[in-house]
């Protein structure tokens, strides 16, 4: 996973994480403003979204409400959000935000007061941008002006992301899931990244500054076409996702605008929506903090890990060849509702071989790992393929039973709803017997849970079929007689890390 201490390299992908746990220090209360009616002269009390709204007209440079077509709403179950100003076509570029509404790291830097010791550390563009919202929080909060100030009160104190979560909840929540290791990864990073700002600027306070992480990386935006760069554009951070989306936001340099192009049409008041990438479930409540509605995402996957055995006296020889292929003695491959890769039963076939020349070890290799992936005479033949499966539907089994609780539990959990169909909340029955935690969490988490199960269910029925059949065609040769238990489970060892 790539740093996000020093200034290179960067992320490639979209992050979007959470905000603070519910013991952080820092809170925020919704925000009241008066105005004077300009037509009446009455005081008006404004809400945060009516201030942001005002302060949105007044950026330079800004489109009219028409002409972005879409205006923010507030819906149960999604928050802040943008529907449809009026009818949309598809195609047309809506949202229309000028280039001074862009906050990317330069500007932030150029805009706060900590801007001269940010950049004599060198530090990433993650961390400048998580110094300044750090840094607005503080100012908002001792009562001192600041020209973000209306943008901060439309920002989430809490998205739901895992990073919001304390240690002993992502290790119950997310036992077993693709997302497990990712996490705590992900977690310890944030927070030497959060050390590191706190060593330039000890007066943001850590509190502020780790909820800078969290809402930069569930709003962060990285624009193509603005030299590929990251950056926080408010009003476009409304936008929700949808696995069934193709929009994404970007900056159109001929008309130096933010733009985001919808690939259908919209009725007016209805909701828009954005891609934030081809992302499983387990990924959106990693850095987002949501889980879409069971059967509706078909990116999700379960990560089965294929590695190298150190012991394996072959394991030099072995790891040689897969890194000219541009793998390491570790490789992670996606088995998804559609399938698995072509390439998956080739490399546990070629990690599992054993008493061969080590000169024949690179012409296994290229057959495990070629343009043909596949399972041929240098990888075992007929045998080969046989113990690629057994081992593979043994790790099936292994994978389900690594999870915590039931199928049946994890059912009960991801069925309740917070609001009912009137959007009111609704009385929800005490489900800590199963996870510990918030309830949100509970639920997101075995939503996640749920459609990994699946996944591996339906894998090892397919994969059991054509085991079978493999079983009956190995039982009348003479490549089908050297297999028994023995063989199989030394054959496994040290393979997808040790875990069969």
């Known amino acids: 996973m790539t740093s996000l201490v020093t200034g290179t390299p960067r992320f490639r992908t979209q992050l979007r994480t959470a905000s603070l746990h519910h013991a952080t220090k820092f809170r925020r209360l919704p925000v009241l403003r008066l105005r004077i009616c300009a037509r009446t002269h009455t005081i008006e009390i404004q809400s945060s979204m009516d201030a942001f709204g005002v302060w949105l007209e007044a950026q330079p440079g800004c489109a009219t409400p028409y002409e972005r077509g879409v205006h923010a709403a507030t819906i149960p179950g999604f928050g802040n959000t943008l529907v449809a100003s009026r009818p949309v076509a598809r195609g047309e570029p809506l949202l229309n935000l000028p280039r001074e509404i862009v906050l990317d790291p330069q500007r932030a830097m150029d805009e706060s007061v900590l801007g001269s010791r940010l950049a004599a550390a060198n530090l990433s563009e993650q961390c400048v941008l998580a110094a300044f919202l750090a840094d607005l929080a503080g100012t908002v909060q001792r ?96 936008l929700n996702h949808s696995p069934d989306s193709a929009a994404f936001i970007d900056y159109d340099a001929g008309k130096q605008r933010v733009v985001l192009v919808p690939e259908r049409s919209y009725a007016q008041g209805e909701q828009v929506f954005v891609s934030y990438g081809e992302k499983s479930s387990a990924e959106l409540l990693l850095t987002y903090g949501f889980v879409p509605p069971a059967g509706t995402n078909p990116h999700n996957f379960v990560n089965v890990e294929v590695s190298l055995d150190p012991e394996d006296a072959l394991y030099e020889a072995k790891l040689a060849v897969l890194q000219q292929y541009g793998q390491g003695q570790r490789m992670n491959f996606p088995v998804r509702m559609a399938g698995m890769p072509t390439s998956l039963l080739p490399a546990i076939a070629f990690c599992g071989l054993r008493n061969i020349p080590a000169e024949q070890v690179a012409v296994a290799g290229a057959e495990a790992f070629g343009s043909r992936s596949k399972i041929g005479t240098n990888l075992g033949g007929l045998a080969g393929e046989l113990l690629a499966r057994e081992w593979f539907n043994a790790e099936l089994r292994n994978l389900q039973g690594g999870y915590p609780g039931t199928l049946e539990e994890d059912k009960a959990l991801a069925r309740e709803q917070i609001f009912d169909k009137g959007g009111r909340t609704r009385k929800t029955p005490d489900l800590r017997k199963y996870c510990p935690g918030d309830l949100n969490r509970q639920m997101n988490a075995a939503m996640v849970r749920l459609c990994e199960r699946q996944i591996l269910a339906r894998t090892q029925n397919v994969t059991y079929s054509e085991l079978k059949a493999i079983r009956k065609r190995s039982a ?19 393979i997808f890390g040790g875990k069969t």
Not at 154 to 176: I, K, Y
Not at 477 to 483: F, Q, V
């Open 476 to 494: 009348t040769t003479t490549e089908g007689s050297n297999l028994n238990p023995q063989r199989l489970a030394g054959w496994a060892k040290g």
């Open 143 to 238: 009562g001192e002006h600041h020209e973000w100030a209306p943008y901060l009160a439309v920002l989430p104190q809490s998205t739901g992301s895992v990073l919001g979560w304390d240690a002993e909840e992502r290790a119950a929540l997310l036992q077993g899931t693709s997302v497990e290791r990712a996490a705590r990864e992900l977690a310890d990073q944030v927070d030497q990244a959060t050390d590191l700002v706190c060593e330039v600027a000890p007066e943001l306070g850590r509190d502020h500054v780790k909820w800078g992480f969290e809402v930069l990386f569930s709003r962060l935006i990285r624009l193509q076409g603005l030299g590929d760069a990251l950056a926080l554009v408010p009003f476009a951070d409304f």
